[in-house]
């Protein structure tokens, strides 16, 4: 059967965004455009990061240690493209000072770089007032939409739940019908042996 409209489709993919993290040798730098970070344990399983969902997890039941990690959207000032930033819960620690001093992270400059050239290795970030006298920032993107499609479960089942190390935590509870994300996301990450989240 053939199907005309005068409206166009919902984009499935509409809140989709590249997933970016620290590169291992230059530094990467952008203006965040989320008010606050956004978290959630995570575990390294079967080749790709994975949320971890505390009441039906494959990973935990295999008992793979989980790392903590942010997620923000980053506005690149020359590309204007924004990407779906990651960082672990140690180098979120100068976005929670500055979110202190100045009640969000929207505007803030912020600088991401690793100690050497691997690409596991610690990553410092530095936070600073972005100049927006003559920048327009986009709107910020929807940050649980973005993950919710790199990690293909269902947008609805996500919520936020009460605040774990000084920003909101995520619940997720996956579908078991999704179990096994058909796409892969985070090949460069490596698994964590540290199950606490205090290792970049
Ligand atoms: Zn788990």
């Known amino acids: 059967m053939l199907n005309f409209s005068s409206e166009s489709p919902e984009d499935p993919n509409e809140h989709s965004l590249p997933l970016v993290r620290c590169p291992a040798i ?46 923000l959207g980053l506005w690149g000032q020359n590309s204007h493209r924004t990407c779906l ?26 600088t991401a770089k690793r100690v050497n050239s691997s690409p596991n290795s610690r990553v410092i970030q530095q ?42 935590k995520l619940h997720v509870q996956q579908d078991p019908e999704l179990a096994e994300p058909s796409f892969p996301s985070n090949r460069n990450t490596l698994p964590s042996r540290n199950p606490n989240g205090n290792v970049s």
């Open 127 to 168: 936070a600073t007032q972005a100049d927006l006298q003559k920048i327009t920032l986009p709107a910020p993107p929807d940050v649980l939409g973005a993950l919710s499609i790199i990690w293909n479960i269902e947008r609805p089942s996500i919520s936020v739940e009460g605040i774990v190390k000084d920003a909101p």
């Open 26 to 71: 230059k530094s990467i730098s952008g203006i965040i455009l989320n008010k606050d970070l956004l978290g959630t344990n995570t575990h390294y399983y079967h080749g790709r990061t994975i949320p971890c969902d505390d009441q039906t997890c494959p990973a935990c039941d295999d008992g793979l240690p989980w790392r903590w990690h942010f997620y």
């Open 85 to 110: 930033f990651e960082m672990t819960a140690k180098a979120a620690d100068p976005l929670k000072t500055y979110r202190k001093a100045y009640g969000t992270l929207r505007g803030c400059h912020l």
